[in-house]
């Protein structure tokens, strides 16, 4: 049971936008305020489904979770020892009299059997926020996934209390990854990775890019994790973007490029490498490769706090163009990772948030040339002091397959 925030940034975030605490709503920033709730009624109804982490800014790593009471058997298991829970709504269970209950079923039943719920979400969040103290001041709540009928209803039972929208401030409180959250984001790297190398070794002609797309995620099942970023292509097809049906076949010569990812104890990977299929390498597709892998290099040699995202942005463009690739131009070189795919900030042109020591990011250079090939280097890096630590292991060359 692992406390996932980042404490002292969570006190000055929320002092800074002069918050006395924050309630968290969608799924990410439930999981993060609670520790690692999953609550099953995001993936059953995501879009009706109203759980709240809700935190004090004096103690934000001392969460009070109002859910359903489906969620109660995960709350003891997942989340740290000093969260609270609240519960609304019905659900049924029983207790075998004769049973001799272990820990973990007593703790349910304490809380499902014996503890009344409270009767709709509504009342739950009212109590959420009076056990949390914060029935006055400004709080700012999480307003991707609250549903804004509660908003009426909370200003005239709590008359003292300002809610402001927060979805942002809390998703920027996330950007700088604890010691817990880079231990988990590195070993869902290291699935990924060995996802990749097992479906690599089904590559054969005559295959299709589906066949592959089957065994990395069965291999990424296989280690605990949920595929979902599956993008394996072959040849030309891997210039024109993400298709519903990857039936490609694999013939001599191809180049096999991987865009894949997973999610382990709610943390994600988006990496790709490029395989040679029983060939060497066109000439021109050696040269774009090594031109993108010097503008990734780059990036990540200039990644040290206080650059801005547009910074790096700019000097990787321009590090690309230089290796080779005059005409090179992108929309973004890298995103930040972590509950979710895409975090902040994003190395983009318009993004001026200055990098931080713990910030970490997908950095990648893609190509595509629709008729030729797409070409692509993606690799997880840790901003550090003295620059970006890449964590991804696997070979960065165009790899040769036999």
């Not at 605490?21 to 439930?30: H, K, S, W, Y």
């Not at 797309?213 to 994790?225: C, K, L, T």
Request: glycine residues 10%; hydrophobic residues 40%.
């Amino acid at each position: 049971m692992a406390t996932l925030v980042n404490v002292p940034r969570a006190r000055a975030v929320l002092q800074r936008e002069g918050l006395d605490g924050a309630i968290g709503c969608t799924p990410e920033n439930v999981y993060y305020l609670s520790g690692g709730l999953e609550s099953t009624g995001f993936a059953i109804s995501r879009y009706t489904t109203q759980v709240f982490a809700i935190v004090n800014a004096e103690r934000p790593a001392d969460p009070i979770i109002v859910s359903g009471l489906g969620d109660a058997g995960a709350i003891l298991l997942v989340c740290p020892r000093q969260t609270r829970a609240i519960h609304y709504g019905t659900f049924f269970r029983y207790v075998d009299p004769e049973a001799k209950l272990d820990a973990h079923e007593i703790g349910i039943k304490a809380r499902v059997v014996d503890t009344p719920a409270k009767a709709n979400a509504f009342e739950g969040l009212l109590a959420g926020l009076e056990e949390a103290r914060l029935t006055r001041g400004r709080v700012g709540y999480d307003e991707k996934g609250f549903d804004a009928t509660h908003l009426p209803r909370l200003r005239e039972k709590l008359p003292q209390l300002e809610l402001v929208p927060a979805w942002a401030t809390i998703r920027g409180i996330r950007a700088v990854k604890t010691d817990e959250e880079i231990r988990r984001l590195t070993a869902t790297l290291r699935l990924t990775e060995r996802a990749i190398q097992e479906a690599i070794t089904v590559a054969a002609p005559g295959v299709t890019e589906e066949d592959l797309i089957r065994e990395y995620r069965r291999a990424v099942v296989s280690g605990g994790g949920t595929p979902a970023i599956n993008e394996i292509t072959f040849g030309r097809r891997a210039a024109v973007g993400s298709l519903p049906r990857q039936n490609g076949v694999l013939k001599e010569g191809d180049i096999i490029r991987f865009d894949v990812g997973c999610k382990l104890d709610g943390y994600w990977s988006d990496i790709a490498r490029l395989f040679a299929f029983r060939g060497e390498p066109p000439a021109r597709i050696r040269g774009l490769y090594g031109a993108m892998v010097a503008g990734e290099e780059h990036a990540i040699r200039i990644m040290r706090p206080g650059i801005t995202a547009r910074e790096v942005f700019k000097a990787t463009v321009a590090a690309v163009r230089a290796a080779g690739a005059p005409h090179y131009d992108r929309h973004h070189v890298g995103h930040a990772i972590g509950l979710e795919v895409y975090e902040v900030p994003l190395l983009g042109p318009g993004d001026e948030t200055p990098l931080e020591a713990g910030m970490v990011f997908e950095v990648e250079t893609p190509y595509y040339e629709i008729g030729f090939a797409g070409v692509q280097i993606e690799d997880t890096v840790i901003v550090r002091e003295g620059g970006g630590e890449m964590i991804t292991t696997l070979p960065r060359g165009i790899e040769p397959l036999a």
